[in-house]
């Protein structure tokens, strides 16, 4: 029997929300733990998209000398960021937040009542209707079409009547490209927003920043955290209509982008070299990961690929190459997905050297592993 600190015996779990009671984010296998259990020194971390090289140059002076000042509260409105944000990519309005995740969330809470709906194009990064489902929506997949384009009729249907649609480009984890015109035809097809994850497109050729000056009910969400090497400082910032400015903001918690990595994003983005030496790199290793992978592998826009590794399980595979120390990501708890799917980020060179000497080798031992196949232990 549980007595509890003050020996009342009463309990408090049942005070949570049931949305919270299981489930959540499905995070990567972190490689300390690997490297401990598999008694391996170096671990090639291919599971969670990041660049492997440091923040650049500049992003490491700005941040360190933001420290300095740390004593006090950012500037609310993180003007210096929006002046650099500005500077980038021309005249928008910005929304910032704690990574674009942080974006996602407060954009929900600005729009979402209990009860209404948030339209996701699926199978997709799954965050979405895991906000969406914290705020009591109704979250609607979208099924994609077996090449995981998106059928922009079917979603237009689906998603008509909810407050906000999720559509990620490239997709995070199947890689697919959304065309340009595809966009333009949902945008016009929908009575609500449509949030246009771009968390991947310094990887691919489309540029969806003209639909800005059309379209009042778009909203593009970009992030520091993939191309920009600054996942861990959680910056993330949207395109958006102005009219949508005040409301994000009341919605928003009074402070939330850090002085220390909104001034990191600063120097991030007036010095690219290295970020653009990333994207260069990551388009050669994509092609190489299609040829090379021994699985088939979809056609990616992003710094990641997804290959079918069936019959093993994407479970399985994972299990497989961390004994050999290598981390991907299983697709198994991305909704809308067979469990036979693994998505492999593209790393330093020698971690995709490894990553593809060790799937060969698992490919080719092949029947040996057969009960691993299965999923067992
Ligand atoms: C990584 C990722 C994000 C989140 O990025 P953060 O800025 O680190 O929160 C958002 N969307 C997709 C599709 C991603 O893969």
């Known amino acids: 029997m549980v007595i509890g600190k003050d020996g009342s015996g009463k309990r ?17 296998g972190k490689a300390g733990d690997i490297a401990r259990k598999e008694g391996i020194t170096r671990v090639a971390r291919l599971g969670s998209n990041e660049n492997p090289n440091p923040p650049s140059p500049g992003a490491i002076r700005l941040g360190s000398t933001a420290l300095n000042e740390a004593n006090r509260y950012p500037d609310e409105t993180l003007d210096l960021l929006v002046q ?8 928008y309005d910005f929304i910032t937040g704690v990574g674009m995740d942080g974006v996602i969330e407060t954009l929900i809470r600005t729009l979402v009542s209990p009860g209404d709906r948030v339209a996701v194009a699926t199978p997709t990064f799954s965050f979405y209707g895991l906000a969406g489902m914290a705020q009591s929506a109704e979250v609607v997949p979208v099924g994609r079409n077996k090449d995981y384009s998106v059928d922009p009729g079917l979603f237009i249907d689906a998603a008509g009547n909810a407050k906000i649609s999720f559509l990620c480009s490239p997709n995070n984890p199947t890689g697919t490209i959304t065309p340009f015109k595809d966009v333009t035809e949902i945008l016009s097809g929908i009575d609500g927003v449509l949030f246009l994850d771009n968390a991947y497109v310094e990887f691919c050729d489309v540029d969806y920043l003209p639909l800005m000056k059309d379209y009042e009910n ?3 969400g970009r992030t520091m ?25 009341r919605a928003s918690t009074p402070f939330t982008l850090n002085s220390v990595s909104a001034r990191a994003a600063i120097g991030a983005l007036e010095d690219r070299g290295s970020m653009e030496a990333y994207v260069r790199h990551v388009r050669l290793w994509r092609e190489r990961y299609v040829m090379e992978c021994s699985f088939p592998v979809a056609p990616s826009g992003a710094n990641f690929i997804m290959a079918d590794v069936s ?3 994407g479970d399985a595979m994972v299990r497989e190459l961390a004994v050999r120390g290598v981390i991907v990501r299983s697709c198994a708890s991305f909704p809308g997905l067979p469990d036979h799917f693994i998505r492999v980020s593209v790393g330093a060179d020698w971690e995709n050297e490894l990553f593809l000497k060790e799937i060969r080798s698992i490919r080719e031992a092949g029947s040996g592993l057969t009960a691993r196949k299965q999923g067992a232990p």
């Open 12 to 28: 408090y779990d049942h005070l949570v929300r049931d949305c919270f009671r299981s489930g959540g984010y499905v995070f990567a």
């Open 84 to 91: 650099c944000l500005s500077r980038t990519y021309g005249p």
């Open 218 to 220: 778009l909203v593009i």
């Open 225 to 249: 955290s993939k191309a920009y090497a600054l996942a861990g400082a959680r910056v993330g910032y949207a395109f958006a209509p102005a009219w949508l400015l005040p409301y994000f903001r």
């Open 311 to 313: 019959p093993w399980t």
